[in-house]
């Protein structure tokens, strides 16, 4: 059983750097898309429309990062790691709301009124 368990972690070990790199290139690319957006849109209202292509992919990304938290807590849930995560998880999903609701409040602010 001893064998499994550190085949387990191991693999664990690898999934939670393939989701941490995975976080760091979408971020990256977001970036990209984010200098895209403003250069295209630069003579119109360039940074909303930039930022809310920007805001998509760090949502992305903090889902990731704390996909390889839980995954990392999950190898080693001592009470530490443990409150530790809670602390990652409140953060980012604080970020995260906030993010969609600043996302949702500017795609209704950019939409012309029917009148």
């Known amino acids: 059983m001893h064998e499994i368990e550190t085949l387990i972690v191991n693999a664990a070990s690898y999934l939670q750097i393939i989701f941490e790199a995975a976080s760091v290139i979408v971020v990256a690319v977001g970036g990209i898309a ?4 403003f ?3 630069r ?4 940074e ?3 930022r809310r292509i920007l805001g998509k992919y760090l949502i992305v990304a903090l889902e990731l990062q704390l996909g390889a938290d839980i995954i990392a807590t999950a190898t080693d849930p001592t009470l530490e790691e443990l409150a530790k995560l809670t602390a ?3 953060v980012r999903t604080f970020l ?3 993010l969609v609701r600043e996302i949702r409040e500017n795609r209704v602010a ?6």
Do not use: C, G, M, V
């Not at 984010?34 to 957006?37: E, I, L, N, Q, V």
């Not at 003579?43 to 360039?46: L, P, V, Y």
């Open 34 to 37: 984010f200098a895209k957006a």
């Open 39 to 41: 250069i295209q849109h």
């Open 43 to 46: 003579r119109s209202n360039a």
């Open 48 to 50: 909303p429309i930039a």
């Open 88 to 90: 990652i998880a409140f």
């Open 96 to 98: 995260d709301y906030f």
């Open 110 to 115: 950019e939409k012309p009124n029917e009148s």
